[in-house]
Structure formats: C-alpha cells, structure tokens
Nanobody, 124 residues
C-alpha cells in the first residue's frame, strides 16, 4: 500500500525558508509523478508544484514561481519542496501527492495518493 509521510513544516517569519519532505513507501518511486498542494483556512486545496517521474520536468503555480523548487531523490524515495522568500500568504497546510504515471499533472483529482499534510505558518 502506498503511503506518503510529510515533514518540515513550522512557524517562520516572512522572508525565511523551509524545506518540506515527502517520504514515499509502497510504490516504485521513479515511476510516479509527485505533486504539492496547499490549503489555507476557508479556501480550496490548490496546486503549488509538480515534478515528473523522471525528475526532468517541473511545473509551478504562478504565485510561487521563482521562490519554490521541487525535486526528488530516488535513492531516498523522497520528494522535496524548497520554499524560499516565504510570504504570509503562503500560510497553509501543505500536502504532497503521487500519481501512478510519469507525466506531471496540476489537478487535485489527477493524484491518487496523498500525505497527511504539514502546517506552514508565515508571520509578517
């Protein structure tokens, strides 16, 4: 059974950085595309970033482009979301997700497996 475990969230000040980790088990990691989503209070879960199963293609929401970077480490079966220059509007619960295909996707309903979420809070 596929399981995704997230870590790395916390409370930071605007301008700080955080790196989220998503450790995967029960799947052939290199054959799965990974996505990152976030959900703020009162809002729907929205796309943040995605990376193809090969690790060669990435996609980012316009709101985070240039500040966030996603990557994968096949040896560790782990995906990462490096978040720099954090803003208060980045405050949300962040989720990693996986789909059993190589191509990256940006829609929530295109991912079959989800992590438990990790809270990121950015103070002004």
């Amino acid at each position: 059974q596929v399981q995704l475990v997230e870590s790395g969230g916390g409370l930071v000040q605007a301008g700080d950085s955080l790196r989220l980790s998503c450790a995967a088990s029960g799947l052939p990691f290199s054959a799965y595309a990974m996505g990152w989503f976030r959900q703020a209070p009162g809002k729907e879960r929205e796309f943040v970033a995605a990376i193809s199963g090969s690790g060669t293609s990435t996609s980012y929401a316009e709101s985070v482009k240039g500040r966030f970077t996603t990557s994968i480490d096949n040896a560790k079966n782990t995906a990462y979301l490096q978040m720099n220059s954090l803003k208060p509007e980045d405050t949300a619960v962040y989720y990693c997700a996986a789909r059993d295909g190589l191509g990256l996707r940006v829609g929530r309903n295109q991912y079959a497996y989800w992590g438990q979420g990790t809270q990121v809070t950015v103070s002004s």
